[in-house]
């Protein structure tokens, strides 16, 4: 509720088509209320309890008479409120009544009223709210041919189609009221935030979608439970990775005295570093394995991502590309990439069990890419552009370098803007920027304010256009920034900018965002400080000179993002726990080589004085891929 919300929208919508309405029950009331607070007809129904609870034991039979009388006079929209469920547990100081008992007394209730009406009747029944202070997924069912006034019906038969929410099974509470009118043969307004619900007009058995909806409600319920302790065990798994390199690095006499003990100790760094990037992939593909069905969903949910990671970590260390410099991070980041990028094209199938990503239980819409989804899909795509653009100016083809760039950029921006894909009305402000200044350092041109304000000023002509043709569309076909734009155009804006702003304060709280200042910091006097332990980034900007231009881009989509995001700390955040391990994947490689390169030259330096080994006379080490790693 914020000041600009307007009460009184439906019973606004009934009088100006002429239908007339009834309420039995309190909630029913505030339902049919006009501006005023007025309601043309209304029967009390059946008092709750204190606490706003349904009493087992009181008498139902009244309410019955109290519907057959409202349906007397006739009217177009029958609400009753047939009383609410409350957790025993907060009671508030009565003796609680069992779960159970409640709900059965509500389904008596709903019986004592479907009794009353008549076989035509389109009914529809919703749960608007928690019984208690856990979170859970309510109830919406309907029968009966909506649809009036010469409009063709669309009975609701079978199984939900996705509304605002955007996935099937699914529903937001603001679809209600559409839903209602439109079954009215009223076209909702304009100023209504939801979309009318349709169904998929098959009929399988009630029994598969009892057990589809109640399984979405279980996943849902362990995910938001299980999201809090895994970003916490992400942040402290990064930070363990930090603390190991800084501790590697800093040994005395470096990392473990002589170059065969460096070299391995680097490469056991390396690989521990790509595995920890590819958890953020493996933590969205998790849902595919339905970890919320076991007893204990907090161990299964951990075994489902070390499922996913291991295969990907084991391909970006294992190909052709493991002895490049940025091979196996630059791998690492476009599986990462490409695993978004499905998420979104596809329309999120492996929700809701996914532990990154959007979740029902937040309010919002569950299809499509967040802020955080979106700086993982650009962080991926602009390290894997990176690398591309390295291999092909090392291979003398400057153009295709920056074709690479400029294309990977384009499908990013297409997967991350479209709103049947992503849906994301912010990612282009901070993409097209990023992937723009990246294209023009590697084609050898400077990248100064100019371009950089243009390429901002590009993306958001690209999201203003997206979402004014999506404004165009139905409404019921509206996504995120087609409603953003009706809602301005509303006077609405000023609600969903509050609202913005109380999640982006929310995010301070989050485990990843007390990590950023630590990984800033870990990047700047660890990897990137001159002198410092061998300086390990400058080592794989010389190896790799177009990664420089690649942080410079990494630093704008950041930045901007930072400050344009729905978001805006979750960009930087998110992005972190991707790109820091990369980058200290990326840095030991280099460390690698170059302790291969002194250990080769320890070796050429003992052949020349007779020896075959810088150990001694008669023994050569083995070193496993040392030719690799030199070339």
């Known amino acids: 509720w914020s000041a600009d919300t307007r009460p009184g929208l439906l019973a606004r919508e009934l009088a100006r088509a002429g239908i007339s309405s009834a309420a039995v029950g309190t909630g029913a009331v505030i339902a049919l209320a006009d501006a005023s607070g007025r309601v043309a007809h209304a029967w009390p129904a059946v008092p709750p309890l204190p606490d706003g609870g349904i009493d087992p034991a009181a008498d139902s039979a009244g309410l019955a008479d109290q519907v057959r009388t409202a349906l007397a006079t006739d009217p177009g929209l029958l609400v009753v409120d047939v009383g609410a469920v409350r957790d025993p547990a907060v009671a508030g100081g009565r003796d609680p009544v069992a779960r159970a008992e409640q709900v059965s007394a509500v389904d008596s209730r709903i019986q ?90 098959a009929d399988p058995d009630p029994t598969v979608r009892l057990e589809h909806v109640v399984d979405l409600d279980q996943a849902a319920q362990a995910v938001a439970a299980a999201t809090p302790w895994f970003l916490a065990l992400l942040a402290a798994t990064q930070l363990a990775l930090y603390v190991g390199t800084v501790w590697l690095l800093r040994r005395p006499g470096g990392v473990p005295a002589g170059p065969l003990s460096r070299l391995r100790s680097l490469r056991v760094l390396r690989r521990v570093a790509v595995v920890v990037a590819t958890v953020p992939a493996a933590a969205l593909l998790a849902g595919f394995i339905p970890w919320w069905r076991e007893s204990s969903p907090w161990p299964a949910a951990v075994a489902a991502v070390a499922t996913f990671c291991l295969p990907l970590a084991l391909i970006a260390l294992a190909g052709p590309w493991r002895a490049a410099p940025l091979g196996p991070a630059a791998v690492a980041a476009g599986l990462t990439a490409l695993v978004f990028a499905a998420e979104a094209v596809t329309g999120s199938p492996r929700l809701p069990g996914g532990l990154i990503g959007l979740q029902p239980l937040a309010g919002d819409r569950v299809h499509g890419l967040s802020d955080s989804m979106s700086a993982l899909l650009g962080t991926g795509a602009l390290l894997a552009a990176t690398a591309a653009a390295q291999l092909l100016l090392r291979r003398g083809r400057p153009r295709a370098a920056v074709l690479a760039v400029a294309g990977t950029g384009l499908a990013t921006v297409l997967v991350d803007t479209v709103p049947g894909w992503g849906g994301d009305g912010d990612g282009p402000l901070y993409l097209l920027p990023a992937f723009g200044v990246l294209g023009l350092l590697v084609a050898g041109r400077r990248a100064g304010l100019r371009p950089a304000v243009l390429l901002v000023v590009g993306g958001a002509t690209l999201v203003a256009g997206a979402a004014v043709l999506d404004r165009l569309r139905p409404p019921a076909d509206r996504t995120a920034p087609g409603r953003f734009v009706q809602a301005a155009l509303d006077g609405g804006a000023g609600r969903i900018l509050e609202q913005r702003a109380g999640r982006e304060l929310s995010l301070l709280l989050e485990p990843l965002a007390w990590l950023l200042p630590v990984a800033v910091l870990f990047g700047m006097l660890v990897l990137a400080r001159p002198q410092a332990w061998g300086a390990p980034l400058r080592s794989a900007v010389t190896r790799v000179p177009v990664l420089r231009h690649g942080l410079v881009a990494l630093g704008l989509l950041l930045g901007i993002g930072t400050a344009v995001g729905e978001t805006g700390l979750a960009v930087p955040a998110t992005a972190a726990a991707l790109l820091v391990p990369l980058l200290v994947a990326a840095c030991v490689r280099s460390l690698e ?27 050569r080490p083995k070193v496993a891929g040392a030719d690799d790693l030199v070339g």
């Open 112 to 201: 004592l009223v479907l009794g009353e009406l008549p076989p035509t009747a389109t009914v529809v029944v919703a749960s608007l709210a928690d019984a208690g202070p856990a979170p859970s997924l309510q109830l919406l069912a309907a029968t009966g041919p909506a649809g009036t006034d010469g409009r063709a019906a669309h009975p609701y038969q079978g199984r939900l189609l996705g509304g605002s929410a955007g996935r099937d099974g699914l529903a937001a509470g603001t679809d209600l009221l559409p839903t209602l009118l439109d079954a009215l043969g009223v076209t909702p307004p304009a100023a209504a935030d939801g979309q009318p619900l349709r169904t998929s007009g």
């Open 593 to 619: 080589l170059d302790a291969a390169d002194r250990l080769d030259a320890a070796v050429a330096a003992a052949r020349r004085e007779g020896r075959t080994s810088p150990r001694g006379r008669g023994h």
